[in-house]
């Protein structure tokens, strides 16, 4: 026997002019890809604590700009020789100014606490790690901005001309980059005077080859997009076009890249400054200070410490910021 469902009114209802309101609905807010990125930034915590602690590294080391001149890291003074660090009157092992028990800042009569102690000059390290940090950041600055003005338009002008052009420019690429880097650094040395430019410039000049390849091969994928073809239609000019389209969405591209070439160029620099390439005296950087540390190490090893750390504090910051980024600007990145 069939049962037979009886419907009655109450069992109906009816559905809204605007049903398809809530499936049109946008949940979350509207973000400009710069807020996007940022966004994702803070969610990383690593990068996002590596960001502030270059923040900070930057803002300490150019503001002791007025006290830590060339002029006072190259002061000596031997009744100052060998001081340990001491943090005031803070009973902190190692920081307290004592060396096996002895309070070597009483001995010499020293009422000064000197932070990061005093090499075999006598000279303040503290003061000498802050104008050092300095220099190291400005030589890895001169070597991105080369990489933004030079190799970013060099890349540009490669991708978007293309054909011959493009294959020319290339050829130079490859050629730049078979000549090792060193070679490139003796050869500045030998002509001009060793010291800041020298080296800057030397970083600048091999620097700039990666940022022109990986700015080539973006432009090559986004001259073909619909928008840059519109723009031609209507008759921009190459460098409206490069400037108003090519620019913003390089940015990503060119930031990301910028992270890992300031801490490649900083490192190259102690490097050579470590092996006696690098900045002459009395001027100091981190590597300098890691060379005449490490003379020292078996008698007084926080003179070779002390500019080791600072080095990789900034090294891993920069590079942790640096994957931190990629994954930022990469918008295929999940929540």
């Given at each position: 026997m069939d049962n037979k469902i009886q419907l009655?009114?109450?069992?109906?209802?009816?559905?809204?002019?605007?049903?398809?309101?809530?499936?049109?609905?946008?949940?979350?807010?509207?973000?400009?890809?710069?807020?996007?990125?940022?966004?994702?930034?803070?969610?990383?915590?690593?990068?996002?604590?590596?960001?502030?602690?270059?923040?900070a590294i930057f803002v300490v080391a150019f503001g002791?700009?007025?006290?830590?001149?060339?002029?006072?890291v190259a002061r000596q003074d031997v009744a100052l020789q060998n001081l340990p660090p001491k943090l005031g009157a803070l009973p902190i092992p190692g920081l307290d100014g004592k060396k096996d028990g002895e309070d070597l800042y009483k001995t010499a009569g020293v009422k000064k606490s000197y932070f990061f102690g005093t090499d075999q000059f006598g000279r303040d390290i503290f003061k000498r790690v802050l104008y050092g940090t300095r220099i190291s950041l400005e030589v890895a600055?001169?070597?991105?901005?080369m990489d933004i003005f030079f190799g970013v338009t060099y890349g540009i002008v490669s991708g978007w001309r293309g054909g011959r052009t493009d294959t020319i420019m290339q050829r130079i690429v490859e050629v730049i980059s078979s000549i090792p880097n060193l070679v490139v650094f003796v050869l500045l040395i030998l002509i001009m005077k060793?010291?800041?430019?020298?080296?800057?410039?030397?970083?600048?000049?091999?620097?700039?080859?990666?940022m022109a390849r990986l700015i080539r091969?973006?432009?090559?994928?986004?001259?073909?997009?619909?928008?840059?073809?519109?723009?031609?239609?209507?008759?921009e000019s190459a460098f409206k076009i490069g400037t108003k389209h090519l620019v913003p969405n390089l940015s990503s591209t060119i930031i990301v890249n910028l992270m890992f070439t300031i801490p490649s160029?900083?490192?190259?620099?102690?490097?050579?400054?470590?092996?006696?390439?690098?900045?002459?005296?009395?001027?100091?950087?981190?590597?300098?200070?890691?060379?005449?540390?490490?003379?020292?190490?078996?008698?007084?090893?926080?003179?070779?410490?002390?500019?080791?750390?600072?080095?990789?504090?900034?090294?891993?910051?920069?590079?942790?910021?640096?994957?931190?980024?990629?994954?930022?600007?990469?918008?295929?990145?999940?929540?």
């Open positions: 009655t009114v109450a069992d109906f209802e009816f559905t809204p002019a605007d049903q398809h309101a809530d499936a049109e609905y946008i949940s979350k807010p509207s973000l400009t890809f710069a807020q996007d990125a940022w966004r994702r930034l803070k969610k990383n915590k690593g990068a996002f604590v590596s960001f502030w602690i270059i923040l002791s700009m007025p006290f830590a001149t060339q002029k006072d600055l001169f070597a991105a901005m060793p010291g800041m430019f020298s080296i800057a410039l030397g970083i600048a000049l091999t620097s700039w080859v990666t091969a973006q432009v090559l994928t986004i001259k073909e997009q619909d928008y840059i073809l519109a723009a031609r239609t209507l008759g160029a900083i490192f190259f620099e102690a490097l050579l400054s470590f092996i006696g390439l690098g900045i002459p005296v009395p001027m100091a950087s981190l590597g300098t200070l890691m060379n005449d540390g490490q003379k020292a190490f078996q008698f007084y090893p926080y003179q070779l410490i002390i500019p080791a750390i600072i080095l990789s504090v900034i090294m891993i910051a920069f590079n942790l910021l640096g994957d931190g980024l990629r994954d930022a600007f990469d918008p295929r990145t999940k929540d």
